[in-house]
T-cell receptor
Framework: AQSVAQPEDQVNVAEGNPLTVKCTYS??????LFWYVQYPNRGLQFLLK??????LVKGSYGFEAEFNKSQTSFHLKKPSALVSDSALYFC?????????????FGTGTSLTVIP | DTEVTQTPKHLVMGMTNKKSLKCEQH?????MYWYKQKAKKPPELMFV???????INESVPSRFSPECPNSSLLNLHLHALQPEDSALYLC????????????FGPGTRLTVT
């Protein structure tokens, strides 16, 4: 079984401060983890993914994510938040034993960056 | 090119109308998806096509009918919808396989009156 949890519905951060959006997962095998961002009335945009290797993954727009196997987490981070980062963020998971095409999305975290 | 296009951007239809949503990708992806998304909620999977064959149908009502004419195109035919079907409909594509990300189109905002 595969599932992902985003424990915070809403995150507020001041512009220029570091931001973190949390994600924890549960899988049967080894996880494949993804982050997406969605701006209002738009589709989801792929930010980054962890498949294997280095636990720190760098992605688009200055975002990065840290894979932590012992804590089953894959938190999204950015050193300095911009107002334009305000959006809805989704974490998604699959595992290496999964042979289908379905993604398992978290419930989403709404990020607001305050000027 | 990582673009998935969807038409129309907006659609208003009555409960007795028949309409179609269209999706196109030219990335050579073998899997294509339809999702339904309500405001501030995660996308809900409706249909998956793999190599132009329907592989997942998440118990979607028959008033939604998917079609995959070729590997680049995906349609969603709509008939006799209900007001609760109003949502953002997203198309996505991927290489397939667990390691590969999906690329989403901008969506069609559907309003059923």
């Amino acid at each position: 079984a595969q599932s992902v949890a985003q424990p915070e519905d809403q995150v507020n951060v001041a512009e220029g401060n570091p931001l973190t959006v949390k994600c924890t997962y549960s899988v049967s095998g080894n996880p494949y983890l993804f982050w997406y961002v969605q701006y209002p009335n738009r589709g989801l945009q792929f930010l980054l993914k962890y498949i294997t290797g280095d636990n720190l993954v760098k992605g688009s727009y200055g975002f990065e994510a840290e894979f932590n196997k012992s804590q089953t987490s894959f938190h999204l981070k950015k050193p300095s938040a911009l107002v334009s980062d305000s959006a809805l963020y989704f974490c998604a998971v699959r595992d290496d034993q999964y042979t289908g095409n379905q993604f398992y999305f978290g419930t989403g975290t709404s990020l607001t960056v305050i000027p | 090119d990582t673009e998935v296009t969807q038409t129309p951007k907006h659609l208003v239809m009555g409960m007795t109308n028949k309409k179609s949503l269209k999706c196109e990708q030219h990335m050579g992806h073998r899997a294509m998806y339809w999702y339904k998304q309500k405001a501030k909620k995660p996308p809900e999977l409706m249909f998956v096509y793999s190599y132009e064959k329907l592989s997942i149908n998440e118990s979607v009502p028959s008033r939604f009918s998917p079609e995959c004419p070729n590997s680049s195109l995906l349609n969603l035919h709509l008939h006799a919808l209900q007001p609760e079907d109003s949502a953002l409909y997203l198309c996505a594509s991927s290489q397939g396989g667990a390691r590969n990300e999906q690329y989403f189109g901008p969506g069609t905002r559907l309003t059923v009156t």
